[in-house]
């Protein structure tokens, strides 16, 4: 029987127990997840951020992998092999192939010593790569401490501290790679002569300067950095705490600060790595990076420039390795910056 409009009495229906699908029509919170499975939820749905992790992977690869099964080796000069082409070969080795044979190709050509042209971007990859890695490296062992302690001593610390860095953050960092090179070569010359010490003349004199440079300067924009969170993370809860219970200033920057800056360590270091390769392929291009013959991806533009009417290929394949893997680690940086910040949530 229909209810009367003008009725006064309570209707029971209204007060019937919801069912399942009403009850789930009212939720409006989104699942639960920790601060890792969130920010690589986020990461895996961008798909700029993913393609450049994808290359990245295959520059890797092309660097570390292949020149194990490469059949060229450096730094070894093909007799009547100079200055081919991508995929030419030589007049001893069209003979080979014409009698029956088996010639692996010149990928990427020779150059003007009659190298295998691919096999020296490969190496120079990796040592650019592996220069980049290491300074990060360096970078992340000095700053963050750095940053982390002047933050939680604050005071007077604080302030000695960071005018410290104001000041480095003045020195030219290519003036002081020179110096550091005209410097430090006759000392390390001396030590390369000792027992065990032979790889210091491989790598050269103005690869460990540029080493030293970014232990003495390149740190200073990550401690900056990590110095503005932990002046937020050290007002928590849990940090007061841990005062409370005594623990040691020392526990409590390394397992609660620092612990809580790993996801703007990461991304910091992820930016890090382009400007690391970008510093050591500007100073190989002037001359001042590996020790021949040892290639490197700024040394292989330098020398591509002097042929580039004639060659173009031996700058143009360089620059364009260069130029990808700067900008892939660019943009896996953005990424990470976008799915690790919380500000960035939607």
Known sequence: MPKNPLSLQLDPADFLPATDEEKQSQVIMRESVSFWKDGLRRLLKNKVAMTSLVVIVI?????????????????????????????????????????????????????????????????????????????????????????????????????MMMRIVDIIYTIPDVLLIILLSFALKAPLESLASMPGFGWIQTVGTSMISIFIVFALLYWVGMARMIRSQVLTIKQSDYVTAAKALGVKSSTIIRKHLMTNCIGTLIVCATLQIPSAIFTESFLSFLGMGVAVPLPSLGSLASAGLNGIYTYPYLLFIPAAVISLSILSFNLLGDGLRDAFDPKMKK
């Not at 190709?105 to 490969?122: K, N």
């Not at 890695?133 to 963050?144: C, N, S």
């Not at 750095?146 to 939680?152: H, R, S, T």
């Open 59 to 159: 520059i890797m690869i092309f660097a570390f992998v292949v020149p194990h099964f490469y059949p060229y080796s450096y730094e070894t000069q093909i007799k009547g092999a100079t200055n081919l082409a991508p995929m030419q070969y030589s007049a001893d080795e069209q003979a080979i192939i014409d009698a029956g044979g088996h010639v692996f190709p010149h990928i990427f050509g020779t150059d003007t010593m009659g190298r295998d042209y691919a096999i020296r971007v490969m190496v120079g990859t990796q040592i650019s790569l592996l220069v980049g890695l290491i300074a990060t490296g360096i970078i992340l062992l000095i700053g963050p401490l750095y940053g982390a302690v002047a933050a939680f001593a604050g005071g007077w610390v604080d302030l």
